[in-house]
């Protein structure tokens, strides 16, 4: 096992790598950029470098700096955390090439599932169904409007390299085709590096399903059975629920046994999730995150199984000794990401934090680095908290949720909990008629 981890990565995911390497008397190192120097997982880190002013590019996106805080700090492995790095095969290989260890998959998985169109290439090699679509795509071939209407219309347009809800636009008529392509081919690049697009069939208010996976170095691969993140809003998941509702079990068993048995086929390893719409009880492949998720919660909530940990053992060259019979589903998790930002026109609402109370009780998971007089910086995502609840039942969890809502409260800065009292509230939610159109469509919000 590692004795000592740096944490590339900030906030809330610093702090949960962090309370699990010390969980397993591993020592940890913090890297912060100058506008985080406060940040609780700073401050309970057994070393803590700064590597570069606020801006991400010059800081937690600084490869360089963070090879370099390794080297000064002796680290002798490199958890990713979410977002940043944690998806950039660059990293993973320069990680690896001197000397470290990368707590993730290898650095040519990430590559092939990090791009959508190599990425279907592999699940359907591993027989899963993908929507309708084409491969790669130019806004200047004249081609790809003969591939658009064999597929046909509506249409999504996607960055290949995408992820976040970046690089997507929808078309309805074929005389908006080209131009939206230029335009997603433009934001693609600017924001992934990389101008490579592909269509694909739009399916009007699908299900956003999830199946969770972990895979070793000896051919074991695990799920940790399936999220519902449908709840979205333009295409950020804000509430997130595990096991999903109202679908055959034939049909999640037959998924579950595909997903492990394309990790086996790639010799994939470490945490990894792959994505599905699911629509008419058909589940469509849309795409492979090859890290750790930020709603690994309720998946660690209902089979109670510290999915971090697995991790870390599994890059340190632990063989995966659980056996896919032991892990069973107990009850229902619900998880309610808690943004700084204005519940109505999501403006974001950076700011000093002057008052927080979060809540407590049995059945309640809070994952959070923010405290009384945190400042919660402009130059990062506004996630500030994920409040996490189980019961026996989704009605019990969602009781439970409704009331640590009730219970937490923020001061000094704008958050959406309003927004997740009335999602929670609403009669379609509660009957679980769900899609990842449900904002828009029901509670007519954009």
Same mark, same amino acid.
């Given at each position: ?20 390497? !010390?969980?397993?008397?591993?020592? *940890? ?37 963070? /090879?370099?805080?390794?080297?000064? *700090? ?137 199946? =969770? ?33 109202? /679908? ?14 394309? &990790?086996? !086929? ?35 909530? /209902? ?8 991790? #870390? ?22 998880? &309610? ?9 999501? #403006? ?41 609840? =189980? ?23 704008? *958050? ?31």
């Amino acid at each position: 096992m590692f004795s000592k981890i740096l944490i590339a990565n900030r906030g809330e995911i610093a702090l949960r790598v962090l309370k699990a390497c !010390k969980e397993m008397g591993i020592g *940890t190192v913090a890297i912060y950029s100058e506008a985080d120097k406060d940040l609780k997982h700073v401050k309970m880190a057994d070393e803590a470098i700064c590597i570069g002013p606020p801006e991400s590019s010059k800081s937690y996106l600084n490869i360089p700096a963070i /090879i370099s805080a390794c080297e000064l *700090t002796n680290a002798e492995a490199i958890h990713p955390g979410v977002g940043f790095l944690a998806e950039n095969d660059h990293f993973a290989e320069q990680v690896v090439a001197s000397g470290y260890t990368f707590i993730g998959p290898d650095p040519e998985s990430i590559r092939i599932m990090g791009n959508k169109i190599s990425a279907k290439e592999m699940a359907v090699d591993a027989g899963l169904q993908c929507v309708p679509g084409s491969g790669r795509v130019s806004a200047t071939n004249r081609e790809t409007l003969s591939k658009a209407k064999k597929i046909g219309y509506p249409i999504m347009i996607k960055a290949a390299a995408g992820g976040g809800g970046r690089g997507i636009s929808i078309v309805y008529e074929e005389s908006d085709l080209i131009p939206k392509m230029k335009l997603t081919q433009q934001e693609a690049l600017n924001s992934f590096g990389s101008d490579e697009i592909y269509l694909e069939k739009f399916l009007d208010s699908p299900r956003h399903i999830e199946v =969770q996976v972990l895979a070793d170095n000896f051919g074991n691969a695990l799920h940790f059975y399936e999220r519902d993140c449908s709840i979205q809003r333009k295409n950020q998941k804000i509430v997130e629920e595990a096991p999903a509702l109202n /679908i055959p079990e034939e049909k999640k068993q037959e998924l579950f046994k595909l997903c492990t048995e394309c &990790c086996k !086929k790639m010799k994939y390893k470490g945490a990894g999730t792959f994505e599905f719409l699911y629509k008419d009880e058909e589940f469509y492949f849309i795409e492979m995150n090859t890290r750790l998720q930020v709603e690994h919660t309720v998946s660690e909530m /209902i089979t109670e199984y510290d999915l971090v940990k697995l991790q #870390i053992g599994i890059a340190a060259g632990e063989e995966l000794e659980i056996k896919q019979e032991e892990i069973s589903v107990r009850g229902h998790a619900i998880q &309610c990401r808690i943004n700084a930002e204005h519940p109505k026109t999501f #403006i974001p609402s950076p700011g000093k934090i002057t008052e927080w109370g979060k809540p407590g009780g049995i059945g309640v998971r809070v994952d959070s680095h923010v405290y009384d007089g945190c400042i919660i910086s402009p130059y990062y995502d506004a996630l500030i908290a994920k409040i996490c609840t =189980q019961g026996k039942d989704r009605e019990e969890a969602l009781c439970r949720m409704s009331f640590a809502l009730e219970e937490f409260f923020v001061e000094g800065i704008d *958050t959406n909990k309003e927004l997740q009292e009335i999602i929670l509230s609403e009669e379609n939610f509660r009957k679980a008629n769900i899609s990842i159109n449900y904002l828009e469509k029901v509670l007519d919000i954009n």
